[in-house]
Each structure stands twice: as structure tokens, then as C-alpha cells.
């Protein structure tokens, strides 16, 4: 993929566009995909690569919480960083959240998805319910393994 193809990928993916409709707009422009001298697993391959050699959903996690932490002084989050900068384990817990587990933490359920997400690391919930009988969240925590 050329540099400005690239850009262009990383643009619409901010902007929240799946790589499938990228790749049919990159058709469009090249008037059709015999003319796309890539494919949808290029696409793919080149935003695995930006993630293990940027860090960029990491570092996009941590400003969008230290963004966070300006308008809500009570969020708490932690990060831990193994020895070559990559990020392993990240809690968080938002003001509101804090104020829930007051009210309503009388008993706090703890859910992992195992490895349904595209680093492959279980996120960790917990939840409990309000005097509604509705799920509220306490806190969340991505880790690097089970363990």
C-alpha cells in the first residue's frame, strides 16, 4: 500500500468506517477493484503492524483518559508497562462508577471475555445492579493473560 493509501485507511478508521467499505472506496477511486494493486488483508496487515510498532490504540487509550480525568477529577485509572514500553495490564473506574459501587456494591459480579477482542486479551467487568434492576458498571480492566 502506498503512504497516502495508508493515511487515507487511517483517516476513515478514526472516523470509524470498517475496512471493507475502505477497501470498496479505494475501488471507487481507482475506478474498480482489479485496479486496488492491495487487498482487504493488506488492509488488515498494515493496521496489525501500525498497532505492534506504534503502540497507537494504547496511546490513544491513555490520552483519551487523561482527557477524561480533566472533566472528571474523581476517574481513576492505572496502567502497568512491561520493560519494552508495551502496555500489559489498564484499569479504569470514572466518577460515576465510583458513586455506583458506594450505592450498590453490595455485590459485585466479575465477567472476563477470553480473548474475543482483537489483542487477544481478556476484559474484565465489574458490575452490579441499581435499585432499577439495571447493570451498572464499577470498574473495567484489559490484562495481558488470564493469570
Same mark, same amino acid.
Request: with cysteine.
Given at each position: 500500500m502506498s503512504e497516502a493509501d495508508i493515511e487515507q485507511m487511517n483517516d476513515m478508521s478514526k472516523g470509524g468506517i470498517g475496512v471493507s467499505r475502505i477497501y470498496s472506496f479505494? @475501488? #471507487?477511486?481507482a475506478g474498480g477493484y482489479h485496479n486496488v494493486p492491495y487487498t482487504t488483508r493488506d488492509m488488515h496487515n498494515v493496521n496489525a503492524?501500525?498497532?505492534? !510498532?506504534?503502540?497507537l490504540d494504547a496511546e490513544s487509550c491513555l490520552r $483519551?483518559?487523561? !482527557?477524561? &480525568? @480533566? &472533566?472528571?477529577p474523581a476517574l481513576y485509572y492505572k496502567e502497568v508497562v512491561?520493560? !519494552?514500553g508495551v502496555l500489559q495490564h489498564l484499569f479504569w473506574c470514572d466518577g460515576t462508577s465510583q458513586i455506583d459501587y458506594q450505592v450498590f456494591g453490595?455485590? /459485585? /459480579?466479575?465477567? @472476563?471475555? $477470553?480473548?474475543?477482542?482483537? $489483542?487477544? #486479551?481478556?476484559l474484565v467487568v465489574f458490575s452490579g445492579?441499581?435499585?432499577h434492576n439495571q447493570t451498572v458498571v464499577f470498574a473495567a480492566v484489559l490484562v495481558a493473560d488470564e493469570k
Open positions: 479505494m @475501488a #471507487s477511486l503492524k501500525q498497532r505492534r !510498532e506504534g503502540g $483519551y483518559l487523561r !482527557e477524561c &480525568k @480533566a &472533566k472528571d512491561d520493560g !519494552e453490595d455485590v /459485585v /459480579v466479575f465477567d @472476563a471475555t $477470553y480473548k474475543k477482542n482483537i $489483542y487477544l #486479551s481478556p445492579v441499581n435499585h
